[in-house]
């Protein structure tokens, strides 16, 4: 049976998207103007009261009553169109997903569902420690004989609480899993120069900046005891929070392309497995994948005869409507399957369909 190619999969989506899908969408625009007015309407209502608040409140600075009514006022303002239109584009994706996914043949869509673990994301050694996820859209299922996970997915390092709360993002973008061509018997992971977000450049930017309690000792032998201590303490949290993986010993690996270990680390527990995966058709694919997804990170790991790709960026892909602005426009559905085929051409790009060489 000859597989479908992408301009295949094109034409068969707009053939559901004019049968199934525009229908949909036209009486959802309904729906939608009827949630847009009575969101207006909320807001003007919202924000009149604000300003009648706030003024009352600014002349009196002791009123202290209507300072925190002006504050909950001003946060309702700012969060009701978040929140209507939050739900509206998750009942909008409930009605139409399966429709519009079912073209590329056994795809599953799960909003917020967490196809990727954590243990698969943990053994991938791609991300340092986070203790926050949040995932939008994921999808799993099956290309041209190729199994496939997709992820949007947001990780988060959050330490303290109240005041101190401090979060750092570790991650935000797309999450792909494939299954390989090739046994792969240990790991190898490829990094973006100097991207301290992943587990192993993590852990040497928390030793770095350890380094100047050190000096204190020296200058300050007073605070030695304090100082050891803390130092003993924070070791013991790199390695219990920011570890990952199985604990594989990985060396840099040095290839022969000067173009492509300007922009990229290579480290792997087996150097000949490693030249075997990442051939010089693999590093070409692999350096233009940044152009493709508008990305400036990208990073690749494989492992249990898995390859997984994390791509950076700040987009919010596999939208097809929101409150906001008008659902049959036919630009939307068009991005939604340029999204969806970008990915799902990575199959064809890297060959990952073929028992061969990458």
């Given at each position: 049976m000859k597989e479908k190619t992408i301009d295949d999969y094109r034409r068969e989506f707009y053939q559901v998207y004019h049968k199934e899908i525009l229908p949909t969408l036209i009486e959802f625009e309904e729906k939608r103007k009827g949630s847009f007015s009575f969101c207006f309407f909320i807001e003007v209502i919202v924000i009149a009261a604000f300003?009648?608040?706030?003024?009352?409140?600014?002349?009196d600075a002791t009123d202290i009553v209507c300072q925190i009514l002006s504050l909950i006022l001003g946060l309702a303002a700012i969060a009701i169109p978040h929140y209507m239109n939050k739900n509206f584009i998750k009942m909008?994706?409930?009605?139409?997903?399966?429709?519009?996914?079912?073209?590329?043949g056994d795809v599953e869509w799960g909003n917020g569902l967490f196809f990727i673990t954590d243990?698969?994301?943990?053994?991938?050694?791609?991300?340092?420690?986070?203790?926050?996820?949040?995932?939008?859209?994921?999808?799993?299922?099956?290309?041209n004989g190729v199994n496939f996970v997709?992820?949007?997915?947001?990780?988060?390092?959050?330490?303290?609480?109240?005041?101190n709360r401090r979060r750092?993002?570790?991650?935000?973008?797309?999450?792909?899993?494939?299954?390989?061509?090739?046994?792969?018997?240990?790991?190898?992971?490829?990094?973006?120069?100097?991207?301290?977000?992943?587990?192993?450049?993590?852990?040497?930017?928390?030793?770095?900046?350890?380094?100047?309690?050190?000096?204190?000792?020296?200058?300050?032998?007073?605070?030695?005891?304090?100082?050891?201590?803390?130092v003993a303490l924070a070791i013991i949290a790199i390695f219990t929070f920011f570890s990952k993986g199985n604990g594989e010993v990985m060396d840099e690996v040095n290839l022969?392309?000067?173009?492509?270990?300007?922009?990229?680390?290579?480290?792997?527990?087996?150097?000949?497995?490693?030249?075997?995966?990442?051939?010089?058709?693999?590093?070409?694919?692999f350096n233009n994948l940044n152009t493709a997804f508008g990305a400036k990170k990208a990073k690749c790991s494989f492992f249990d005869n898995t390859i997984m790709?994390?791509?950076?960026?700040h987009k919010n892909l596999f939208e097809i409507g929101n409150l906001f602005m008008r659902l049959d426009d036919p630009n939307r559905i068009t991005k939604f399957f340029n999204e969806i085929a970008s990915i799902l051409i990575l199959v064809d790009y890297f060959k990952l369909d073929e028992h061969i060489k990458l």
């Amino acid at each position: 049976m000859k597989e479908k190619t992408i301009d295949d999969y094109r034409r068969e989506f707009y053939q559901v998207y004019h049968k199934e899908i525009l229908p949909t969408l036209i009486e959802f625009e309904e729906k939608r103007k009827g949630s847009f007015s009575f969101c207006f309407f909320i807001e003007v209502i919202v924000i009149a009261a604000f300003a009648l608040v706030s003024y009352y409140s600014l002349k009196d600075a002791t009123d202290i009553v209507c300072q925190i009514l002006s504050l909950i006022l001003g946060l309702a303002a700012i969060a009701i169109p978040h929140y209507m239109n939050k739900n509206f584009i998750k009942m909008l994706k409930k009605e139409c997903m399966h429709s519009l996914t079912k073209v590329f043949g056994d795809v599953e869509w799960g909003n917020g569902l967490f196809f990727i673990t954590d243990e698969e994301l943990g053994k991938s050694e791609l991300f340092a420690g986070y203790n926050r996820r949040s995932n939008d859209d994921s999808f799993k299922g099956k290309y041209n004989g190729v199994n496939f996970v997709i992820s949007e997915t947001k990780l988060v390092n959050q330490t303290g609480s109240g005041k101190n709360r401090r979060r750092r993002t570790i991650f935000k973008g797309i999450i792909i899993n494939f299954e390989s061509n090739k046994t792969i018997r240990n790991k190898t992971i490829i990094t973006t120069k100097w991207d301290m977000h992943t587990a192993r450049m993590g852990k040497w930017m928390f030793f770095s900046s350890i380094l100047p309690l050190f000096a204190y000792i020296y200058l300050f032998p007073e605070l030695k005891i304090l100082l050891i201590a803390a130092v003993a303490l924070a070791i013991i949290a790199i390695f219990t929070f920011f570890s990952k993986g199985n604990g594989e010993v990985m060396d840099e690996v040095n290839l022969e392309d000067p173009v492509f270990e300007k922009k990229f680390n290579v480290y792997s527990s087996d150097q000949v497995e490693a030249r075997y995966l990442i051939t010089t058709a693999f590093m070409e694919r692999f350096n233009n994948l940044n152009t493709a997804f508008g990305a400036k990170k990208a990073k690749c790991s494989f492992f249990d005869n898995t390859i997984m790709f994390a791509i950076s960026t700040h987009k919010n892909l596999f939208e097809i409507g929101n409150l906001f602005m008008r659902l049959d426009d036919p630009n939307r559905i068009t991005k939604f399957f340029n999204e969806i085929a970008s990915i799902l051409i990575l199959v064809d790009y890297f060959k990952l369909d073929e028992h061969i060489k990458l």
